[in-house]
């Protein structure tokens, strides 16, 4: 099977887990952690997807909705259907204008987004690359070879990072589109846990506290979250799952330049 095929099953995966056990979508899902373009191209897929529903989702329904389309049941056989053909096909332009407006207009009105949009986004980004399984573009047990792949690659460099204790240690990096930036993640292990951090240019965010060391442990979409930030880049780490003991991996002085 190849990209194309794989990419033309995928399309028509829904973005909630409904069509994974599908015999034809297993076959595709699962070939994708030996294919990291087209992991990262599937999940950006799926959150176009979780945005189209969501905005058609948000879409206010009329009360008297109900009884017009009774009422123009009635009307099918009365009217001929080469009569009813154009104004079915005007009614969908209209409604599939006002879905592109809805979704283009966050994008034009939004502006630079916050460090807390950056932290919800980026740990929907992860959980939807954690359901669908995914690999890492390099894998190395030292921060200075992350940072030198991760600058072959145009992305954040975490020259020099200490955001975990102990024998918590770097196994692996990859790199993550979000809004147009290129975000590095880093994959940390200590023990049976495993922690992420993600580094974006702080000039694509406002509002960031200038803050070395981070502050507290937060939960976003049921992930411990922390953050913090230096000069030109800000930090994002987060647990691999809802039960990662955060605290773990980060110190009191984290030495970040």
Same mark, same amino acid.
């Not at 206010?60 to 099918?76: H, N, W």
């Given at each position: 099977?190849?990209?194309?095929?794989?990419?033309?099953?995928?399309?028509?995966?829904?973005?909630?887990?409904?069509?994974?056990?599908?015999? +034809?979508?297993?076959?595709? *899902?699962? #070939?994708?952690?030996? %294919?990291?373009?087209?992991?990262? @191209?599937? =999940?950006?897929?799926?959150?176009?997807?979780?945005?189209?529903?969501?905005?058609?989702?948000?879409?206010?329904?009329?009360?008297?909705?109900?009884?017009?389309? +009774?009422?123009?049941?009635? *009307?099918? #056989?009365?009217?001929? %259907?080469?009569?009813?053909?154009? @104004?079915? =096909?005007?009614?969908?332009?209209?409604?599939?204008?006002?879905?592109?407006?809805?979704?283009?207009?966050?994008?034009?009105?939004?502006?630079?987004?916050?460090?807390?949009?950056?932290?919800?986004?980026?740990?929907?980004?992860?959980?939807?690359?954690?359901?669908?399984?995914?690999?890492?573009?390099?894998?190395?047990?030292?921060?200075?070879?992350?940072?030198?792949?991760?600058?072959?690659?145009?992305?954040?460099?975490?020259?020099?990072?200490?955001?975990?204790?102990?024998?918590?240690?770097?196994?692996?990096?990859?790199?993550?589109?979000?809004?147009?930036?290129?975000?590095?993640?880093?994959?940390?292990?200590?023990?049976?846990?495993?922690?992420?951090?993600?580094?974006?240019?702080?000039?694509?965010?406002?509002?960031?506290?200038?803050?070395?060391?981070?502050?507290?442990?937060?939960?976003?979409?049921?992930?411990?979250?922390?953050?913090?930030?230096?000069?030109?880049?800000?930090?994002?780490?987060?647990?691999?799952?809802?039960?990662?003991?955060?605290?773990?991996?980060?110190?009191?002085?984290?030495?970040?330049?």
């Amino acid at each position: 099977m190849d990209d194309s095929e794989i990419q033309l099953r995928l399309s028509a995966c829904r973005p909630h887990g409904q069509d994974n056990d599908d015999p +034809l979508l297993k076959e595709a *899902l699962e #070939t994708l952690p030996q %294919r990291p373009a087209l992991m990262e @191209w599937f =999940a950006q897929e799926q959150e176009f997807d979780r945005k189209m529903c969501k905005c058609v989702g948000e879409v206010p329904v009329p009360d008297s909705l109900r009884s017009e389309i +009774l009422a123009a049941a009635k *009307l099918t #056989t009365a009217v001929p %259907r080469w009569q009813r053909l154009p @104004w079915l =096909a005007t009614a969908a332009a209209i409604a599939l204008m006002g879905i592109l407006f809805t979704l283009s207009e966050p994008a034009a009105t939004a502006g630079t987004p916050t460090l807390a949009e950056f932290e919800t986004e980026i740990v929907d980004i992860f959980d939807s690359m954690k359901n669908q399984g995914f690999g890492l573009d390099h894998v190395t047990g030292e921060i200075a070879n992350v940072s030198a792949w991760l600058g072959t690659q145009g992305a954040p460099k975490p020259y020099v990072v200490k955001p975990c204790t102990k024998e918590a240690r770097p196994f692996g990096c990859r790199t993550v589109s979000w809004r147009g930036q290129k975000v590095a993640m880093v994959c940390f292990g200590r023990g049976d846990q495993e922690a992420h951090l993600f580094v974006v240019l702080k000039e694509a965010l406002k509002d960031t506290p200038d803050q070395l060391n981070p502050e507290k442990v937060e939960r976003v979409e049921g992930y411990p979250v922390a953050s913090w930030s230096c000069r030109k880049y800000v930090y994002v780490m987060m647990g691999d799952s809802p039960e990662t003991n955060l605290d773990e991996f980060l110190v009191a002085s984290s030495d970040l330049k």
